[in-house]
């Protein structure tokens, strides 16, 4: 659908408003991001971030019992006795 | 209320032709009938008790123009957050969804773009000005909706009635189906849904209206199921240097659509369904039946 | 404004909730997902780790998981004493018994076996159009050690839900109750004199605090990043009450670096943890998926650690997959840490020889194959190869310790078997 309504000034004003919303797309980065029906990968249950998490769980427990370091992913503690 | 179920219980009659029985009533400023596929005057009577009940029911809920509803409540309190009941709730989810699924293009906080642009032939084409100072009004993404709460800044409203009625004709449907068996066709101005097939096996058969011709139908759609919806009114114009505006109006320009077919009906499995793809497709101007054809639904465009 | 997608699936979905219609998906049953790991060191622990995770949709977008996690644990572990030319006897924890360690080997201590039981709970819950709360319990026993936490989060989606904030804060008590009751820190291992283990009280407590603040992006269509930063601060008892720290003879002669004495670590009451997370998640075009995080990680002990994890899930047809993985990790010392203590010197206020304090580097490879074709029969199995390292031979060893490994291997091999139904 195309809306021409007095082209001068309303391109000047469009042109006004691009450039106010790229600015602060830029500084905001909300310019990244996909429309709604864009999901459908992200929808994909191996695309989340949690995706897995028995491993995650497993992995978080051996190395928090192997290593000084734990957490990042979720919360530190380990609940267990192992370090 | 006793009373007010009386007062807001419109008339209806009931006439009986070619094996059908015929509910007629006014509601939401349409003409509306209710179709049974059986010669029951008793059985018309509980139907149209309860079609019409319905139909008025959530008219007075949800009608931006009456006083002392939830509507008026929600719209008369700017920055105060408003209650809503459980079906107030799904329909503004549903609002919401619609207006994310559109990219914006569906808005009910678009009515207030009536004040200026008046359909009746007579008001002229307002300014780019006056359209202007109503556009910081519209965006459905400028008002709070918590779960079950909704807040309206200072200077907009929300106004239901694009969904409102095809809402109607599929609670309706969904109440009839239920209880009745026969098969019953549900019009609400146009929109329709039907609650199964005629006894006969017969389908129904739904006229067009032809938008320059009206009372006659331009062309005959069967229906076996689902409902039907349509956008496009070809009384509501403004003729302006020439050009004929129709009344869909862009929430993000607001101003009418340019290019738009004269009317768009939609099949669909609910008339909600319909009714959205249908105003979408009017808001798509000379892109519209490219849209109807990406949505895989039975169409008829009328331009 | 041109709409190009086909909007009917999404809008029917949306118009069955308002109207109350009965959608596509089915009644609400419980996501099952098990898990059985088994962990074996060469020579050391041998863990085997079964787990049970539930998850069921309570109401719309609301959600209740359940784990039971149970791990059971045998073999030996390093105690942190070093290896000696003579033959040397140790005090088992209890301080009831001894054990021999062979000249030139690594003590262990041989008596390590532990099982652990585990459940935890969380509730997901939409608060608002665009905010999530989710709670969570944790509670965790073992024969010395009890566990229990609690959490919260809150997630808020903005920007048509590309950006997600997270906020969250976990508060976790832990009590410990060593073998015997804890060691004196810092005391002598004497299996020769009676008592032979000096006690500070049957139990300890500790308490940890996380903060987690993450931000999740989605990129594109294909692609999303995560960014977390975590706070912890542990408060407590922190010390491991069966590791020890060698005090070696340091004059010059036949018996340079043979230990003399054995004490018990003593590390801080407290430590403060940051850590900065970040992933990167993307699928290509042929529908693999290519994932890798980073993690920097810095506490108060003086230790900072880099963790690079990289998977590539590579589709294969009918719902198989292969994903073969790598991850590296790499650590600096604890300023506490010493490989031994030296004769005659005064003994630091806090001191650990536990190798999981020294300075080490870590890497696992592994693969993954399985099948995720259809939600009610889903099952994969994991081989890992887990190797870590250290400095064997550090500049600090003097006499015989020049001889012996100061920081053996650890090389790992780990199985796991996930399956996973509807029920």
Request: net charge negative; hydrophobic share 35%; aromatic share 10%.
């Amino acid at each position: 659908m195309i809306t021409i309504i007095n082209p001068v000034s309303s391109f000047h004003r469009r042109f006004q408003y691009l450039a106010l919303v790229s600015v602060l797309l830029l500084a905001s980065c909300s310019g990244l991001g996909v429309k709604p029906w864009q999901r459908d990968i992200h929808a994909q249950q191996e695309m989340a971030m949690d995706a897995d998490s028995l491993d995650i769980a497993v992995d978080a427990h051996i190395y928090f019992s192997k290593e000084a370091s734990s957490g990042g992913q979720g919360f530190a503690g380990g609940g267990c006795g192992c370090n | 209320m006793v009373i007010e179920v009386k007062e807001s219980m419109p008339d209806f009659s009931i006439s009986i032709d070619n094996r059908i029985t015929r509910i007629r009533f006014r509601c939401m400023a349409s003409p509306c009938e209710v179709l049974i596929d059986s010669q029951d005057l008793a059985l018309a009577h509980e139907i149209a008790a309860c079609a019409v009940g319905e139909a008025t029911r959530i008219e007075h809920k949800f009608s931006r123009y009456l006083d002392g509803n939830l509507i008026y409540q929600i719209n008369h309190s700017p920055g105060e957050f408003v209650e809503l009941d459980a079906e107030a709730d799904r329909l503004i989810a549903f609002a919401f969804q619609c207006y994310d699924l559109s990219e914006g293009l569906f808005d009910i906080t678009s009515g207030i773009l009536q004040k200026i642009w008046r359909f009746d032939g007579k008001h002229p084409v307002p300014t780019q000005r006056q359209v202007d100072e109503l556009l910081p009004f519209i965006g459905l993404d400028r008002i709070s909706y918590d779960k079950k709460r909704l807040k309206l800044p200072e200077g907009m409203q929300i106004d239901l009635g694009g969904i409102g009625k095809e809402y109607a004709v599929d609670q309706i449907t969904g109440l009839l189906r239920n209880q009745y068996k026969p098969g019953i066709l549900i019009n609400l101005g146009g929109d329709i849904a039907i609650t199964g097939m005629r006894q006969s096996g017969e389908q129904w058969f739904i006229g067009i209206e032809d938008p320059d011709r009206s009372q006659q139908a331009s062309s005959m759609l069967k229906m076996r199921r689902g409902a039907i919806a349509t956008s496009g009114d070809a009384n509501r114009y403004i003729l302006h240097r020439g050009k004929r505006y129709g009344h869909i109006l862009n929430p993000k320009t607001g101003w009418p659509v340019e290019g738009s077919p004269r009317s768009v009906t939609v099949g669909a499995d609910t008339c909600t369904d319909a009714g959205i793809i249908a105003t979408l497709a009017m808001l798509q101007g000379k892109y519209a039946e490219e849209f109807l054809e990406r949505q895989g639904l039975k169409y008829h465009c009328h331009r | 404004m041109q709409l190009k997608r086909k909007l009917t699936g999404a809008l029917s979905l949306a118009s069955c909730s308002l109207l109350g219609l009965p959608t596509a998906q089915a009644e609400s049953q419980w996501d099952i997902e098990t898990a059985v790991m088994y962990y074996s060191e060469k020579d050391r622990v041998t863990a085997i780790e079964p787990i049970l995770g539930m998850k069921k949709e309570l109401s719309d977008d609301e959600f209740l998981k359940l784990k039971f996690t149970l791990d059971s644990l045998t073999g030996a572990s390093a105690s942190g004493a070093v290896p000696s030319t003579q033959v040397q006897t140790f005090s088992t924890p209890s301080g009831n018994d001894t054990y021999v360690v062979a000249a030139n080997e690594t003590p262990l201590d041989p008596t390590f076996f532990d099982t652990r039981a585990q459940f935890s709970l969380g509730w997901d819950k939409p608060i608002k159009r665009t905010l999530r709360r989710n709670l969570g319990f944790n509670i965790s026993k073992e024969y010395d050690f009890t566990s229990i936490a609690g959490n919260a989060s809150w997630t808020w989606d903005t920007n048509l839900r590309n950006t997600s904030y997270t906020i969250g804060a976990n508060i976790e008590l832990d009590w410990i109750e060593p073998e015997g009751g804890a060691p004196l820190p810092l005391s002598s291992q004497d299996p020769d004199s009676s008592p032979p283990i000096l006690r500070d009280g049957d139990s300890k407590q500790k308490q940890v605090y996380d903060l987690l603040l993450g931000v999740t992006q989605i990129i594109d269509r294909s692609s999303l990043v995560q960014f977390n930063l975590s706070l912890s601060l542990a408060d407590g008892y922190l010390n491991d009450p069966y590791k020890l720290v060698s005090v070696v003879d340091s004059t010059a002669g036949p018996n340079e670096g043979e230990p003399v004495d054995q004490i018990y670590e003593n590390r801080p009451d407290t430590r403060q943890r940051s850590a900065l997370y970040s992933r990167y998640k993307k699928q290509l075009t042929n529908r693999d998926i290519f994932s890798i995080s980073y993690r920097f990680m810095s506490d108060d002990w003086g230790i900072d650690s880099h963790t690079v994890d990289v998977s590539y899930r590579w589709r294969l047809n009918n719902g198989y997959f292969i994903q073969p993985g790598i991850r590296y990790y790499e650590q600096s010392a604890a300023h506490f840490y010493r490989y031994f203590l030296l004769d005659g010197d005064a003994i630091p206020g806090t001191v650990t020889a536990d190798y999981r304090l020294g300075e080490l580097t870590t890497q696992t490879i592994g693969v993954k194959f399985g099948y995720s074709g259809n939600k009610n029969n889903n099952w994969s199995i994991r081989l890992e190869r887990y190797t870590q390292s250290g400095e064997s031979h550090p500049d600090v060893a003097i006499g015989q310790l020049v001889n012996q490994n100061l920081y053996p291997d650890v090389d790992a091999t780990i199985i796991q078997f996930n399956y996973a139904f509807l029920w």
